[in-house]
Each structure stands twice: as structure tokens, then as C-alpha cells.
């Protein structure tokens, strides 16, 4: 596929205006406005987008398992098609290039590598579909930017020993990615090792949302569980696996292409919802349990001290030995933001969570006994989106940026992740998605200006390539650049897609009001006027 703007010659010279939303600002923001190094890709998970569920030697994941369950997925629907990116994957790659976009951020399927994991042989063909990716993309000029560990696992290691809450998942981690690494280390210099730890242990082990659906009381009723403890030991484990595979990577496969690894953190902003020194500490404390809880250990050796002093004993220790192992052991930070929260103080006062964008708990120590949502007396933070927690809050890009730089000296950043999910309300956002481009475009100029003040950022991931099994939401939220078409599989280009291949030729100085993006099906063309 190749992507074609034509953009009539007098919409060159407009500046851009304010929007109409007060919580979206559209400005003049341009690809020059970043480095010419400066990575700018997009975005997927193995999970979401594969399908072949089934197919040529794949074993069945935890997601497979719990999809299956009525009731867990808000739609009812499944990914054992998906959008078929396993066997659509040179057409989706195609688009990629159309795009102008100089990586592909995308993971790989464990139970398709090692469906029985150590206990089993290695799955050739999944190698060889792989390969096939990054070979192809590479031929295309676009980096792989590699995920190895994104919420899926083969279900054998839940049944065997409970996977992420036993020490023994450290070793079956570690095993799968040495075998990612002596096979895909040749063609791959960027690597996410697990994405999002923080918000997996909560989704999976405090609110039951993810498999293997754990919880106890407030958070949920489940068969069991314990919420105010399992998140803390899953982490645990999952940094010393992400440090175990540094380690490993460091010594015997870096070389190669002189590749840096790194994880991904999930990154609300937070801001205080009080105008007092509770409401500050309250935010503060916020960042410190959700973000500092994964970095912290990993650059300079120990948990947040925000945490050790709420948590005391039930927070796990590091020996003298794992805090040398996982001290230093990433090379940049991979921060995935998409939108910013209030925090409140629930150590002084009752926190109640009876609106959509909280979640229960806010009084336990596993919370920093800190209530966060998105909306004061009534009042949201930023326009909603199709998500309950994500609102649009441009600003809290940069505000991430520069928390993450000031705590950990300025460290390399890359923002693996950011987007914008359409209300559900939106008939026409499969392709007339204005409020998409608006959304990036102001993220995108809040993250210019951090980068003015001296935050090193080098790279930026719109989520998402395409629309996609978007977990338990199903296929209701809608983050793509391309909206997908359920029976046919289409891919078809919405008006963003438009915009991000403009921006990437650096002619971006267009009203997204006055993008719109005609899609010749048989020529297989964007036509953007």
C-alpha cells in the first residue's frame, strides 16, 4: 500500500487554530520539530492482532483460557482471528511503509515459540514467522522494536506452578528469552522485555480484569486470591526476570547489533485533586506506587521508599545480590502514557469510589491509600474517551516527562506507547476520527516542549497500528490508525492515518477538520484532500 496526500496548496500557509474542545489543543507541531534520528512508529501486541490461535503448533495462552469464560470479555468476543495479522502481516507491513514510519513496536507469542515452554522443543515455524517480520520490515527500513513478554504465556505454566506469583517463572522467562535472543538477535537492536508490570499485576491479581483472574475482597469476589499481596509478589518476580534477561542479553547478544533492552511502565500522570499539602503528597504517592514501583528497582536497585514505608514487611526484599543484578539494568525507559488522573488523600479522610474512572480499594495500603479518577465535584479532568481511566489531559505528557527525567537523572526515554480510544458513541470515527489527530497532535507538542526543556526522548509509538482485541474491552475501544473491518478483515485508513503519514513527510500544517481521507479500495490508495 502506498499513502498519497494531496494537500491543496493554500491550507500550506494556515496556522493552525485553537480547537474547539478546550481539553485539546491543536498546534503547529511538525516532524522537524523532533531530531532526524528520532523514532516514529506504531504500535501492537502478538495477542491482539495474530489470530491462528490454533495453527501451526501454537498451544493454548492464558488470554485463550479466560476469553473463553462467559462474561469476561465486555463484548463476548474473542482473538483467535483477530485481524489476522498472522497471515496479513506483509500487508500490514506495507502500510507501515506507506506510513513513513521508522519502527514497528510488536511482541512475541510465547506460546507460539515454546507452546510447552522449558519443557518443550522450540516451534520452528513460529521462528520463521518472526524472522519473516523483521526481515521484512528491515528491506522496508522500519527498526523492529520487539515486546517479548505482553500479558500472554502459555496456559500450561499457570496449571503447572501458577506462573507470574511462583520464583519458577523467573527461569521459564528467562529460557524464552534466550531463545528470542539467539534467534531474532541479529535483526533486532531494540527490546522491551515485559510491558507494563505494574498495571498486569493489577488487572490480573488485584481487580481480576486479566487472567488469571485473582482478587479478594474490596477489589472483588473471586474463588481466590489476595489482593492486597499478590500484585507486590508478581512484580517481584517479574523484575528479576526482566534482570535476569539484561544480564543475559548484556553478556552474550548485545554485541551483535550493539541492541539496548529496556521495560515499559505504564504512566498516568497524577496531580493533586485538593490544593494542599495532602492533595501533593497524595499525587506524589500516586506516581510512586504505579510508576517509581518499576523503575525504581530497576535503576537503582530497590523499591520506591514511598512504598517500603507503607508496606513494610509485605513488600518483598531484594538480596544484596538482586539489587547488583537489577540496578542499571535498562537502557532507557520505556514510558507508555495516555492520560493523566486525580489523586486524593485517603490517609486523613474517607475515599469512596462511585464513578467509573476509580477503582475500589483507594484506602489500602497496596494503593498508597490514595484514591485516583478522573473527575472533581462532578467536573472531568479532560475530555473522556472510550475508556473509563483515559482522559485527554495534553499537558500530563510533558508532566510525565519530566517526573520521569528529574527522578532518574534524565535518563534515555522513548514513549512506547500513546493514544486515543473513540467513544463508543462515535459512529464515524471508523475513518472521520478528528478528535484521534487533534489528540496526537497536542501530545505530540506538549512532548516537543519537554524535550526543549532537555528531557532526552528518542522515540514515540502511536497505539495503535490497527483497531484490536483490546482485552477485556474486546473489540468495543478503538485506538487504530486503521479501522479494521470484522467480516472482510479490511484494513481501511481512517482520516489519522492521513494526518500521521503527512506529519512523518513534514508537511503537516493542516486543520485536522480539514483532512479527510478517501480510500480507492481497488487501487489500494489513501487519497488525503
Known amino acids: ?32 520539530d523532533f531530531p532526524p534520528d528520532f523514532l516514529f512508529g506504531a504500535a ?11 495453527e501451526d503448533g501454537r498451544s493454548l495462552s492464558n488470554w485463550d483460557i479466560f476469553s473463553h469464560i462467559e462474561g469476561n470479555i465486555a463484548d ?4 483467535y482471528i483477530a485481524d489476522d495479522h498472522y ?39 513460529a521462528v520463521q514467522f518472526y524472522r519473516n517480520i523483521t526481515y521484512n520490515l528491515l528491506t522496508k527500513g522500519i527498526h523492529p522494536f520487539v515486546t517479548l513478554f505482553h500479558f500472554e504465556y502459555p496456559q500450561e505454566l499457570e496449571d503447572r506452578f501458577g506462573g507470574w506469583l511462583s520464583p519458577l517463572m523467573q527461569e521459564e522467562y528467562l529460557h524464552f528469552a ?15 522485555t515485559i510491558n ?21 475482597p474490596p477489589f472483588g469476589d473471586c474463588v481466590s486470591g489476595n489482593s492486597d499481596v499478590e500484585p507486590l509478589i508478581v512484580v517481584h518476580n517479574m523484575l528479576l526476570a526482566h534482570a535476569k534477561a539484561a544480564k543475559l542479553y548484556r553478556e552474550r547478544f548485545k554485541s551483535k547489533v550493539d541492541g539496548v533492552l529496556s521495560i515499559a511502565v505504564c504512566a498516568f500522570m497524577y496531580v493533586p485533586m485538593t490544593d494542599d499539602e495532602k492533595g501533593k503528597a497524595a499525587a506524589d504517592r500516586a506516581l510512586a ?21 507503607i508496606h513494610g514487611p509485605e513488600l518483598p526484599n531484594f538480596s544484596a545480590e538482586e539489587r547488583e543484578l537489577l540496578r542499571d539494568s535498562i537502557d532507557f525507559i520505556g514510558i507508555n502514557h495516555y492520560g493523566t488522573l486525580y489523586a486524593k488523600d485517603c490517609t486523613h479522610s474517607v475515599c469512596v469510589c462511585n464513578i467509573s474512572s476509580c477503582v475500589q480499594g483507594s484506602d489500602r495500603a497496596i494503593r498508597g491509600f490514595t484514591y485516583t479518577g478522573g473527575e472533581r465535584d462532578g467536573v472531568p479532568i479532560g475530555e473522556r474517551t472510550g475508556m473509563a481511566r483515559f482522559f485527554v489531559v495534553p499537558r500530563g505528557m510533558e508532566q510525565i516527562v519530566q517526573y520521569v527525567k528529574d527522578r532518574y537523572n534524565n535518563k534515555t526515554m ?35 516542549q519537554a524535550m526543549r526543556k532537555g528531557a532526552d526522548v528518542q522515540g514515540y509509538f502511536v497505539w495503535s497500528l490497527i483497531d484490536n482485541f483490546e482485552w477485556a474491552s474486546g473489540y468495543g475501544p478503538k485506538f487504530g490508525l486503521y479501522h479494521i473491518d470484522r467480516p472482510t478483515l479490511n484494513r481501511i485508513p481512517k482520516n489519522s492515518a492521513c494526518w500521521y503519514g503527512d506529519f512523518l513527510s513534514n508537511c503537516s500544517l493542516v486543520d485536522a477538520s480539514n483532512i479527510q481521507s478517501q480510500y480507492n479500495e481497488k487501487e489500494n490508495i489513501v487519497m488525503c484532500v
Open 178 to 192: 534466550e531463545i528470542c535472543f539467539t534467534y531474532f538477535g541479529d535483526q533486532v537492536k531494540y527490546w522491551i
Open 76 to 79: 463476548g468476543s474473542n482473538a
Open 289 to 309: 506506587f504505579n510508576v517509581a514501583w518499576t523503575l525504581d528497582p530497576l535503576v537503582f536497585g530497590d523499591y520506591p521508599p514511598e512504598m517500603r514505608s
Open 44 to 54: 501492537t501486541s502478538a495477542y491482539q492482532v495474530e489470530g491462528a490461535v490454533l
Open 196 to 216: 507494563e508490570p505494574n498495571l498486569f499485576s493489577e488487572m490480573a491479581y488485584e481487580r481480576a480484569n486479566y487472567p488469571p483472574a485473582r482478587c479478594s
Open 1 to 32: 500500500m502506498r499513502l498519497s496526500c494531496i494537500i491543496a496548496s493554500n491550507f500550506l500557509i494556515l496556522l493552525v487554530s485553537m480547537l474547539k474542545s478546550s481539553s485539546q489543543e491543536q498546534v503547529n507541531i511538525k516532524r522537524s
Open 87 to 125: 497471515h496479513r502481516y506483509l500487508e500490514d507491513i506495507e502500510i507501515m511503509h506507506s506510513l513513513g514510519l521508522t519502527a514497528y513496536r510488536f511482541s512475541i507469542s510465547w506460546s507460539r515459540i515454546l507452546p510447552r515452554g522449558r519443557d518443550g522443543p522450540v516451534n520452528k515455524v
Open 414 to 448: 522513548i514513549i512506547t506507547e500513546n493514544g486515543y480510544a473513540s467513544p463508543g458513541n462515535e459512529e464515524n470515527d471508523f475513518v472521520h476520527d478528528d478528535k484521534r489527530i487533534q489528540y496526537h497532535q497536542s501530545y505530540l507538542a506538549y512532548l516537543a
